[in-house]
């Protein structure tokens, strides 16, 4: 049995013909956010798929997986031969196997579960209900699970697909969902050092957008440990937007000049109509279209 990663995408299902367009840069994302790990990549029918990777890994691919914007959901599955003609040998044992981890597991007294079957190959003579029959017999005689359709603990799932294969797996990982980063232009944040601009950056990026990010400094008005602080928030912003450059912008004579020559009552609002220019400036200079704050 092979260990494989099924990856789901959602919202890009609803595009029309330019849906390639997303897909393609879903995959590019997806390959980016993985690198430096080792493995296979293909895609069959609206699925994309993890293969040949280091099980001591495992861990990590799905990490960075759940951090790229455009995933709907993945599965880490076991990869088997459907062989429908030898009445689902294969999967059968994979199941089998499953059902017994599962229970050593478990800290549940009596749990319950399901089979769930997802037949895409329709080559295969029997219903979906029916050979969910047949595996759910498998785990019955196997461990001491009762079966429960409706209020289960456990749903093994069974997807068979058309190129011969079925993939079996019992955990579906929610994705971040979203559209993926790149296909809605390129916005500029204004990162301070607070929870705002970061979030508001977060739900730019789910939306597609590229980012990039401009911080203002004053020293000695403000310490190299806010500078530090601003970069980590940046870096946290990147491991969901990718590739986030920084601009910082030494503040401290504007700051000086204003302090100076205007009333102190109007200082906040002239220093941040002084950042926002200055933003807007650097913006145009890196193709960004939207300020994010």
Not at 61 to 72: A, N, P
Request: aromatic share 12%; net charge positive.
């Amino acid at each position: 049995m092979e260990k494989v990663i099924i990856i789901r995408y959602g919202e890009i299902f609803l595009k029309g013909k330019n849906r390639d367009y997303f897909e393609s840069l879903l995959i590019k994302n997806i390959k980016q956010a993985l690198s430096g790990l080792k493995f296979d990549f293909a895609r069959s029918q609206g699925r994309y798929f993890v293969e040949n990777f280091d099980v001591d890994d495992e861990f990590e691919f799905v990490d960075r997986l759940k951090k790229v914007f455009g995933i709907y959901s993945f599965s880490v599955a076991y990869k088997v031969e459907t062989k429908a003609n030898e009445d689902f040998c294969d999967v059968r044992e994979c199941i089998k196997q499953l059902a017994i981890k599962t229970q050593e597991e478990t800290l549940l007294k009596a749990p319950k579960f399901r089979v769930t079957v997802k037949r895409a190959d329709k080559r295969i003579p029997l219903a979906s209900y029916e050979i969910a029959a047949k595996l759910g017999g498998v785990v019955l005689a196997n461990t001491s699970f009762k079966v429960d359709l409706k209020e289960f603990d456990y749903d093994f799932l069974v997807d068979m697909r058309e190129n011969g294969y079925s993939f079996v797996y019992s955990d579906v990982v929610q994705g971040a969902g979203g559209l993926p980063v790149g296909c809605s232009s390129k916005g500029l944040m204004l990162l301070s050092g607070g929870i705002d601009s970061p979030v508001a950056a977060y739900m730019m990026a789910k939306r597609g957008m590229k980012l990039c990010a401009i911080h203002f400094c004053s020293p000695p008005y403000t310490s190299e440990k806010a500078k530090e602080k601003v970069v980590e928030l940046r870096n946290i912003v990147e491991k969901y937007a990718t590739d986030v450059k920084l601009y910082v912008v030494p503040f401290t004579e504007i700051q000086m000049e204003i302090h100076r020559v205007c009333p102190a009552e109007f200082m906040i609002t002239i220093m941040r109509r002084f950042m926002m220019r200055i933003a807007s400036i650097v913006a145009k200079q890196a193709e960004c279209k939207a300020l994010i704050t």
